[in-house]
């Protein structure tokens, strides 16, 4: 059963910082690159960050270069996000996605609110 869950959301005040995890389980974790997405109340799911099944490239989204940063653990089948100089835009539900060609697999999402 393939199972990816987030952890690590709640609230922060701007300029904080806070770093999600995923924990992935049943797919080879070392297959698959990794992916963080969030989506904001009326808007649509936007990519955040992304990072290659050997951690070895990673991309960002243009607003989050230089305070999100990516990083993931093929050992532990964890890849995390970690959030810096927050502001009150980066509010959203963050979700965890894996991806193999066609085949991708989705976490439940996280919550994380920016605010004073």
């Known amino acids: 059963q393939v199972q990816l869950v987030e952890s690590g959301g709640g609230l922060v005040q701007p300029g904080g910082s806070l770093r999600l995890s995923c924990a992935a389980s049943g797919f080879i974790f070392n297959n698959y690159a990794m992916s963080w997405y969030r989506q904001a109340p009326g808007k649509e799911r936007e990519l955040v960050a992304a990072?290659?099944?050997?951690?070895?490239?990673?991309y960002y989204r243009d607003s989050m270069k230089g305070r999100f940063t990516i990083s993931r653990d093929n050992a532990k089948n964890t890849v995390y996000l970690r959030m810096n100089r927050m502001k009150p835009e980066d509010t959203a539900v963050y979700y965890c996605?894996?991806?193999?060609?066609?085949?991708?697999?989705w976490g439940q999402g996280t919550q994380v609110t920016v605010a004073s």
């Open positions: 990072i290659t099944s050997a951690g070895d490239s990673t």
């Open positions: 996605n894996a991806r193999l060609g066609n085949y991708g697999y």
